[in-house]
């Protein structure tokens, strides 16, 4: 699996997915209509290193780092209770080998927020985080309705493109 296969596959299988590229990633927001200024994360593309994120060695050739946010259920699942916060600039403490590819890890920085990750999925991986997309994908829906509720359902004013 490569970065664009991936992308493709999160913005053809769920809707209301807005990707915006950034600090050498792409973030995948779950924003139906732009409703929200930003929407809710869902999942990430990494691609490079960045000031408080070196633990996977993205610099590496042809490395990049699927990042999805599954909730605290299915992170205990898969890992246990998460970790705690990791200092500033710092990773979480386990005792993974966030270097690893195709392996389904805690996410150095964010697991303390049952934030999960893979390097360089291959297919069969890819095919054990469809469930974990899923899951991502179902939870920023909730927290949107929650959000697009706390703010009085204002929606944006940009026009919608048909």
């Not at 633990?55 to 209770?81: C, E, H, T, W």
């Not at 920085?109 to 974990?132: D, H, I, Q, R």
Request: contains cysteine; glycine residues 10%.
């Amino acid at each position: 699996m490569d970065e664009s296969s991936i992308a493709r596959y999160i913005l053809d299988r769920f809707p209301g997915i807005v990707p915006v590229q950034a600090w050498g990633e792409t973030s995948f927001f779950y924003n139906p209509g732009r409703a929200l200024p930003r929407g809710v994360y869902f999942a990430t593309l990494k691609s490079s290193d960045g000031d408080n994120d070196r633990a996977s060695q993205l610099d590496r050739p042809s490395v990049f780092r699927l990042n999805i946010g599954v909730g605290k259920a299915i992170y205990r699942s898969l890992f246990g209770a998460p970790p705690g916060r990791p200092a500033a600039g710092g990773v979480v403490d386990t005792a993974h080998d966030f270097t690893a590819l195709d392996t389904v890890l805690p996410h150095p920085v964010y697991g303390w927020m049952s934030w999960v990750c893979v390097l360089n999925p291959g297919p069969a991986t890819f095919e054990s985080v469809k469930p974990l997309l899923a899951e991502a994908h179902g939870l920023a829906e909730q927290k949107f309705r929650k959000r697009l509720g706390a703010a009085g359902g204002v929606r944006s004013m940009r026009p919608t493109v048909t």
